[in-house]
Structure formats: structure tokens, C-alpha cells
């Protein structure tokens, strides 16, 4: 059994910064892609940012130049460090990871964590 215990979601004022981690625990052989994805009241769910395993990055226009992606091997952990947050930002953020356990690769997801941003 594998769980992606997500960390560091809150509240915090227009102009501010947080930093959401993401862990990886049980039965792991290997992790490729790693990302974060995020949700607001009565959208889809969006990409904000991937990382694969050699550090190669993808971000979603909307967050360039003021998120960033980083990721811990060792740890089996993804980081979102965001700054400059604006309102737009508020959402639930989602930890995804394709995870090797033995037999293939499968798709994880976190349980969620609140950002929300003020004006």
C-alpha cells in the first residue's frame, strides 16, 4: 500500500508565500513523475507543475515565474514553493505520483490541502 501525505496548505494574504510537501510512503521501488494539481470551487481540476525523476519541469502558464517545483529522492517528496500568491491561487492542491511498487507503475493521488489566499 503506498499514501502521498500532503503538508502545508493555509492561509496566507495576497503578495505571500507557502510552501506545500509532499511524502511518499509504503512498498516503493521507483517514482517517475511527480506533480501537483489543483482544484477551486466549480472548476476542473488543472496541472499546476510535474517533475520526473531526473528534474526535468513543467508548469502551467498561469504559475510560472512565481511557483517552483522541487523534489527530494531520498525522501520520496515533492515540493510546491509558491510566492507572490494572488487570490486566483486559492484552491484545494492535489499531490500526484506515478509510484513502482513491483509489478508497474501506478497513478497516486494526495488526500488534498487547502490554499487559500487573501486579498
Known amino acids: 500500500q503506498v499514501q502521498l501525505v500532503e503538508s502545508g496548505g493555509g492561509l496566507v494574504q495576497a503578495g505571500g508565500s507557502l510552501r506545500l510537501s509532499c511524502a511518499a510512503a509504503?512498498?516503493?521501488?521507483?517514482?517517475?513523475?511527480m506533480g501537483w494539481y489543483r482544484q477551486a470551487p466549480g472548476k476542473q481540476r488543472e496541472l499546476v507543475a510535474t517533475i520526473t525523476s531526473s528534474g526535468t519541469t513543467n508548469y502551467a502558464d498561469s504559475v510560472k515565474g512565481h511557483f517552483t517545483i522541487s523534489r527530494d529522492n531520498a525522501k520520496n517528496t515533492v515540493y510546491l514553493q509558491m510566492n507572490s500568491l494572488k487570490p486566483e491561487d486559492t484552491a484545494v492542491y492535489y499531490c500526484?505520483?506515478?509510484?513502482?511498487?513491483?509489478?508497474?507503475?501506478?497513478?497516486?493521488w494526495g488526500q488534498g490541502t487547502q490554499v487559500t489566499v487573501s486579498s
Open positions: 509504503g512498498r516503493i521501488v521507483s517514482i517517475h513523475l
Open positions: 500526484n505520483a506515478n509510484i513502482h511498487s513491483g509489478s508497474n507503475y501506478v497513478n497516486y
